[in-house]
T-cell receptor, first 114, second 118 residues
Framework: DTEVTQTPKHLVMGMTNKKSLKCEQHMGHRAMYWYKQKAKKPPELMFV???????INESVPSRFSPECPNSSLLNLHLHALQPEDSALYLCASSHSAREREKLFFGSGTQLSVL | AQTVTQSQPEMSVQEAETVTLSCTYDTSESNYYLFWYKQPPSRQMILVIR??????QNATENRFSVNFQKAAKSFSLKISDSQLGDTAMYFCAFMKHVGWTSGSRLTFGEGTQLTVNP
């Protein structure tokens, strides 16, 4: 299994809603990532988890709350988002020892905030 | 901080022909990796090819090859025998070598939209 699975594929939410994005991998990778990508722009790193601990937070607003409950699962909890948070949210994972530079990306969740 | 520059926002090529995408980068690191990712309309980021900075030999993956000029900080991608399925946004990316506990930070260029015409 060489896949990173993200759900849902599409999400529409209001500014007062609470929702969560889910990312799952079963490749034994111990590093997992959240990226945000606006249309026609490159992905921007948000968070990195290494061995289920948050190792990088790129000064992301607190309305985005990551969680890594176990080595296979990564969540992104969303609350009180703004319309400018509408974007594609990509999850990725990598091995922590061999070929740790190779990131495997999911297909993303397209988020629209109304 | 690292920067990655792709100076060609859009390119097109005829099917079966060869095309080269340009990328330059700036870093003070001596140990790093360079990548080309493609993002087709499905929007999944797919690794095309990677190069380790300490290796002088240019990486090759089937129809894809790179021209890595470390002194010039240049990393171009050549696609041979272009196919319709190569139509995608191509991102050049940089990653410095990090410790195994930290995870890895990718810095992307702005991308080049490649269209392969029949």
């Amino acid at each position: 299994d060489t896949e990173v699975t993200q759900t849902p594929k599409h999400l529409v939410m209001g500014m007062t809603n609470k929702k969560s994005l889910k990312c799952e991998q079963h490749m034994g990778h111990r590093a997992m990532y959240w990226y945000k990508q606006k249309a026609k722009k490159p992905p921007e790193l948000m968070f990195v988890y290494s061995y289920e601990k948050l190792s990088i937070n790129e000064s992301v607003p607190s309305r985005f709350s990551p969680e890594c409950p176990n080595s296979s699962l990564l969540n992104l909890h969303l609350h009180a988002l703004q319309p400018e948070d509408s974007a594609l949210y990509l999850c990725a994972s990598s091995h922590s020892a061999r070929e740790r530079e190779k990131l495997f990306f999911g297909s993303g969740t397209q988020l629209s905030v109304l | 901080a690292q920067t990655v520059t792709q100076s060609q926002p859009e390119m097109s090529v005829q099917e079966a022909e060869t095309v080269t995408l340009s990328c330059t980068y700036d870093t003070s690191e001596s140990n790093y990796y360079l990548f080309w990712y493609k993002q087709p309309p499905s929007r999944q980021m797919i690794l095309v090819i990677r190069q380790e900075a300490y290796k002088q030999q240019n990486a090759t993956e089937n129809r894809f090859s790179v021209n890595f000029q470390k002194a010039a900080k240049s990393f171009s991608l050549k696609i041979s025998d272009s196919q319709l399925g190569d139509t995608a946004m191509y991102f050049c990316a940089f990653m410095k070598h990090v410790g195994w506990t930290s995870g890895s930070r990718l810095t992307f260029g702005e991308g080049t939209q490649l269209t392969v015409n029949p």
